[in-house]
């Protein structure tokens, strides 16, 4: 990883951009910027000075694409502008938070100068029920120590066999919470008669907190004790004075009869905000070779998914 940045007249910082660099097998390296840079979006100089620097970056290893997935809503013609301008491409066909790195589509919570009985409020109603439900049930959430990650991995291991997805191993979290815990990160745990039934993982940075990870097991999801989590967690980052929780990703295909369209609603039912952003802008140094990265990365997805479904079967 490499990460540089720029200073104005009176030697102030004014812009900042942090990025990895992966050894892809056969095409050689990718750059990527994950959800960067750090500057105001709209000044260009700053902007072109960022782009120049990965451009030398780019030279020195050889990298044939260089890839953000900026914090910047779709909407944002202004920023699409100057982005364009400056020779960047725009990836406008993802609709499957799968299909990107970070995801496209989101829900987000305003927090921004609110109580909890206003941010509670602005539930829906069967969401504020089932997070009163897990507490009538005995439901009880407990802040997870690093030991306690083991518990978790477990249940996370139920969650991606359950719902068709691959799951980090337990060293991975392990090394986040080595890393990020005690400013940056949280383990919450629900237990019932004393028994962990689920788990999440947020994030803290700045004035936003990150729901990173969430895992249920197979008994007792009738308790809902991940309404009771997020609403946990939600309390915090108001008590914390974030002005923003995210919810992360979401499907952007909005339909009852897609796979993940309860997840959409179950986002959804906290009153958050769906989210698009402007997703993958690059630019590819090698577009012919750029091109068959992106279709044998689209073809070696579609196998892995039809292994997994065949294997759960």
Request: hydrophobic share 35%; net charge positive; charged share 30%.
């Amino acid at each position: 990883m490499r990460s540089f940045w720029l200073r104005g007249k009176i030697g102030e910082i004014v812009g900042s951009i942090s990025i990895l660099i992966r050894k892809i097998p056969i095409f050689g390296n990718i750059m990527y910027s994950s959800r960067g840079p750090v500057c105001n979006i709209y000044d260009e100089d700053v902007l072109r000075q960022l782009t120049e620097g990965a451009k030398e970056l780019a030279k020195k290893y050889k990298a044939f694409v260089f890839k953000i997935e900026p914090d910047i809503k779709s909407s944002d013609e202004k920023f699409r502008k100057i982005i364009t301008k400056l020779g960047y491409k725009i990836k406008d066909d993802a609709k499957n938070f799968r299909e990107e790195i970070q995801p496209r589509f989101v829900f987000r919570l305003d927090l921004k100068g609110k109580t909890e009985d206003e941010v509670f409020a602005g539930f829906h109603q069967k969401t504020r029920y089932n997070v009163r439900l897990a507490i009538k049930k005995g439901v009880v959430i407990k802040e997870g120590t690093r030991e306690d990650l083991k518990d978790f991995h477990k249940i996370m291991v139920t969650t991606g066999q359950r719902d068709g997805f691959i799951i980090r191993s337990l060293s991975y979290f392990e090394k986040m919470y080595d890393n990020l815990v005690p400013n940056h990160m949280k383990l919450l745990m629900a237990y019932y008669e004393d028994k962990p039934i689920a788990g999440i993982i947020p994030i803290m940075y700045g004035n936003k907190t990150w729901y990173l990870y969430g895992a249920s097991s197979n008994e007792h999801r009738n308790l809902m004790p991940n309404y009771l989590l997020q609403w946990t967690m939600i309390k915090e980052a108001i008590h914390n004075g974030c002005d923003m929780y995210d919810f992360r990703g979401v499907s952007g295909v909005v339909d009852e009869n897609h796979p993940q369209y309860g997840l959409y609603r179950f986002k959804k039912g906290f009153g958050a905000e769906f989210t698009e952003f402007i997703g993958e802008v690059y630019i590819p140094f090698k577009p012919i070779w750029y091109s068959l990265y992106k279709f044998s990365e689209k073809t070696f997805r579609t196998l892995r998914g039809l292994k997994r479904k065949i294997l759960n079967k």
